[in-house]
């Protein structure tokens, strides 16, 4: 399969490591081949290798996403609308980072103590 490398900045990027896989639809469409960080504003950088073919948006936008509550992380993509398609080297401006679940059962139950 001919890739291409296209990049996007995450706040979190919990679990997710080189290799990972990059995801449409639940497709496997190709695998984080880099992380880095941007030294000014301190996000988390994923050079993704995805499927060249698919011709992606360039509003499409990319997600830290989770295959079970134990499981692996991966970056679920969703292709926009737009007319122009995003090309070899260029990043995808729409993310969502990952969401902690240490930090959300942390909440959860501090809440829970406030409440008696």
């Known amino acids: 399969m001919e890739t291409i490398r296209v990049f996007a900045k995450f706040d979190r990027i919990d679990g997710v490591s080189v290799g990972n896989d990059v995801r449409m639809g639940g497709v496997t469409i190709g695998h984080v081949g880099h992380i880095t960080i941007d030294k000014k504003s301190f996000k988390a950088i994923l050079a993704m290798d995805v499927d060249a ?6 509003d499409s936008s990319a997600e830290i996403s989770s295959e079970s509550l134990m499981g ?16 070899a080297g260029e990043t995808i ?23 008696k």
């Open 72 to 87: 692996g992380k991966y970056v679920n993509l969703s292709p926009g609308g737009d007319d122009e398609i995003l090309k």
């Open 93 to 115: 401006s729409l993310t969502q980072s990952s969401v902690s679940l240490e930090s959300l059962l942390s909440k959860y139950i501090f809440s829970q103590n406030d409440k």
């Open 53 to 58: 073919s698919l011709k992606l948006p360039k």
